[in-house]
């Protein structure tokens, strides 16, 4: 009898829900992407990320429960990344031009067009949108994030952000306005080179 126990509890915590572990590993690759936009660099997105697996899994069952547990997780980021921003900022100014320079060296070593370059091109294409979204606040990057890159609605990152639609709407639009000024000063700046 003891022998028939085992194979009906592991049936039993198959049937069962995924646990938090589980589910959170699976949204990782995606949300250390997202991190990495929202802090600027591997390390502080791999911190950001920590942070918010901690400050979810005081509260497993919420996490679960949401019907879109990315979303949720997403909101988590964006806030421990906005909390990690605003201690920094109090502590010392870091100088922009240092990143903007090692991303343009990046960029110059990729080879010629059409050909594979090993990945440099793609390389220097994720610096420059880490470096754009890096001027932007922490909510309009979040509303370009969700909406621009990962697909959702307005709708859907309205209420992922916990503001109005309207809100998330006007914070998209500015947000996209201050991109297109950044890339015009750019080239407008290099143009004189």
Known sequence: ?????????MSAASSVSPTFDEVFCGLLPRLYRRAVMLAGSRQSAEDVVHEAYLKLAARPQRFLAHPEP???????????ARDAYRKDRRQVLVDE????????????????????????????AELEAVRLLGRLSHRQ???????DLDGYTIDQAAKIMKVHRGTAARHRARALDRLRAYLVESEHGQAGR
Request: hydrophobic content about 50%; cysteine-free; proline content about 4%.
């Open 97 to 124: 031009v240092a990143v903007v320079e090692g991303a343009d060296d990046a960029g110059a070593v990729g080879g010629g067009y059409g050909g594979w370059d090993g990945g440099v091109a793609r390389r220097h």
């Open 1 to 9: 009898m003891a022998d028939v126990t085992p194979p009906a509890s």
């Open 141 to 147: 990057a979040g509303i370009v994030i969700l909406v």
């Open 70 to 80: 990315y979303a949720y997780a997403f909101t988590a980021v964006l806030s421990v």
